[in-house]
């Protein structure tokens, strides 16, 4: 049983930012996310596309911010429970909560953050007969593990930025890559296009367009793949099938929790702290609405703001939280570490 004061479930940017929100107040925090690393749409969809409206950041990169907000949290050592979906939810006669992923993990929470984006991802599957059959024996929507690839076959399918950086970073770990696309151009990052072409010219990367996919063989495994080139047809060998063609954003097991659901988003309370129809489950960043909703990674950041202040209060009550600008307070970490401005110097002039 994993035991902490906040369970959030997602670990996108308003997630992640939550835990540093809630470290500031000496709240623990841990994440519950069903991708297999932290980011949320960020990592998954497009992590080398810049964002603009992130205060402060003139331009930057959706896997930096990423890792800037990784970085930021680090010194309150949040727990992830990744790859893994939350399932249910039990509430305890005291108010806590006990929730329970797909794969049986049990999280014991004094109150609960959705910060699920637009909810949890599925992959979007091609339209191949028997797909089903093949999926953990051949067939991979994500890169959990590269070290899986290690001088194997592979080929992936896609034309967008998980597929280009995934062949130019699995073409130094597999012995063969093939990138099929069914259009010639791709809509991935330009140095990422090029680092491709590269990679291409150095026989590195086979490169297929404008092809498709259309029938995987093997009698226990994927062991070939039917591909339709121009109206052609060819059987290419492999070892491993990896489709990236997207996720599809569905709000999941969530829906069954009690909540109050809108158009396929969460209500909450937006005049006071972002919680639900249920008390002590919260809903913020993209998954909520309420009037006068934006869908923006800032309002995420403010609305988990809000969130942990509540989340404090509730667990302090009577306790008065004076809040204080971290230029003044200084950031404790649960590791032991402090970040403090530099004290002026006071000296009399002579």
Not at 134 to 150: A, I
Not at 294 to 308: R, S, Y
Request: glycine content about 10%; some cysteine; charged content about 25%.
């Amino acid at each position: 049983m994993i035991t902490t004061d906040i369970l959030i479930i997602g670990a996108g940017p308003t997630g992640l930012f939550a835990v540093f929100e809630a470290g500031l107040l000496k709240l623990k925090c841990h994440i519950v996310d069903g991708l297999p690393q932290p980011g949320g749409q960020l990592t998954e969809l497009y992590p080398k596309k810049p964002i603009f409206d992130i205060p402060g950041y003139p331009s930057v990169l959706a896997g930096d911010l990423v890792d800037n907000l990784m970085e930021q949290i680090k010194q309150f050592q949040p727990g992830f429970t990744l790859n893994e979906k939350a399932e249910t939810i039990q509430k305890l006669e005291d108010g806590t909560f006990i929730v329970t992923t797909n794969k049986g993990t049990e999280h014991h929470a004094k109150a609960i953050a959705i910060a699920g984006g637009l909810g949890s991802f599925e992959p979007r599957k091609p339209l191949i007969e028997d797909i089903e059959f093949y999926e953990d024996k051949g067939v991979e929507y994500f890169v959990k593990d590269p070290e899986l690839f290690r001088d194997k076959k592979i080929v992936i399918a896609g034309g967008g930025d998980s597929a280009l950086d995934w062949s130019i970073f699995l073409a130094d770990v597999a012995s063969h890559v093939t990138l099929i696309h069914r259009r010639n151009e791709f809509r991935g990052a330009l140095d990422s296009v090029e680092k491709v072409q590269e990679l291409k010219k150095a026989g590195k990367i086979q490169l297929i367009t404008p092809a498709e996919v259309t029938g995987i063989h093997g009698a226990e495994k994927v062991e070939a793949l039917d591909v339709e080139i121009d109206g052609a047809h060819q059987r290419i060998e492999t070892d491993y099938f990896i489709p990236l063609f997207g996720l599809t954003p569905k709000l999941g097991a969530i829906a069954n929790w009690g909540l109050e659901i809108e158009k396929n988003a969460i209500k909450v309370n937006n005049a006071l702290d972002y919680q639900t129809n249920v008390e002590g489950i919260y809903a913020i960043g993209d998954i909520n609405t309420y009037p006068g909703k934006l869908k923006l990674i800032l309002c995420g950041f403010h609305e988990a703001t809000l969130m942990c202040q509540s989340v404090y209060n509730k667990l302090n009550p009577g306790k008065k939280y004076v809040l204080k600008y971290t230029t003044v307070s200084g950031v404790d970490g649960f590791d032991g570490t402090r970040k403090e401005a530099e004290k002026q110097v006071v000296k009399a002039i002579e």
